[in-house]
């Protein structure tokens, strides 16, 4: 069931939404070589509760932190750990915030130091489908519009779209319908509709698409080792067109690169 938020909702929605990037930049400027992906989650669960919100991961699914962090061949659900980053990682960091009764969500691939020339090239592709995602979240428009948009992009520059793992509706708990995924044909799936919210993620991958899931029952991660990289913004549907709720004063982007 698809759960349409009135505009009053939305307003109320968007101080979830910003607060969620606020912790994603918060956990942002902390990547750099030599932290580890358990500092920069226990940082970000203490500025989430400072700010008076819960973290929106931790316990969901009985998931244990309040980031996803997953480094490099990591596509989704990595759980911060004792790993320390190091020079020419990519790691991407999901995360949101529960306030006033509403769920952001919202993630971001950063640079630990340089990334190869190709690394840093799937996460500015990666990027740009998240754009052209959004992009296509307008009244009247179908869910295969913004899977259409998204692979596309990634394809004609030689990356991989993953299928498993998918956006999705947000509202006042973190997964409701319908699913938004990376991949599709126009005017297939459900009608986009005014008061639709939606998590558009793309996770794209250097090589291959598939992958697997490692013994801890979380980490997702390639088949063929090579990197992935995942954008995620959480979306209003108006009459306006699509509004960016994962947004703060400095807008709805991170910087591509990590570090204070
Ligand atoms: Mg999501």
């Known amino acids: 069931m698809i759960h349409i938020k009135t505009p009053e909702e939305i307003e109320e929605f968007k101080v979830a939404g910003s607060l969620s ?32 919100a819960v973290p929106g991961f931790k316990g969901l699914y009985g998931f244990p932190a309040s980031i996803c962090a997953s480094v490099n061949e990591e596509i989704v659900h990595g759980i911060p750990s004792e790993r320390m980053l190091v020079e020419g990682d990519i790691l991407s960091i999901d995360t949101g915030a529960t306030a006033g009764g509403w769920v952001g969500d919202n993630a971001w691939t950063f640079f630990v130091g340089t990334p190869s020339p190709e690394a840093r090239a799937l996460c500015e592709v990666t990027l740009d489908c998240l754009k052209a995602g ?27 779209v993953v299928r498993e793992y998918v956006g999705h509706g947000v509202g006042r708990v973190m997964h409701e319908d319908p699913n938004v995924p ?22 794209i991958t250097l090589g291959t698409f598939k992958n697997h899931t490692l013994a801890n029952g979380w980490t997702v991660v390639t088949n063929d080792g090579k990197p992935a990289a995942h954008y995620e913004n959480t979306v209003a549907i108006t009459k306006d067109g699509p509004v960016i709720l994962t947004q703060d004063a400095e807008g709805p982007w991170c910087s591509l690169q990590g570090g204070e």
């Open 182 to 203: 990376n991949f599709g044909k126009k005017g297939r799936g459900v009608k986009l509709q005014v008061g639709m919210v939606i998590a558009i993620e793309p996770m």
């Open 134 to 160: 959004i992009e296509q979240a307008v009244p009247g428009n179908h869910i295969g519009d913004i899977g259409h948009a998204v692979q596309t992009l990634a394809e004609r520059n030689g990356f991989g």
């Open 21 to 52: 990037k606020a912790v994603l930049r918060r956990a942002g400027r902390m990547v750099r070589p030599g932290v580890t992906t358990r500092e920069i989650d226990q940082v970000v669960e203490s500025f989430i509760r400072l700010h008076g």
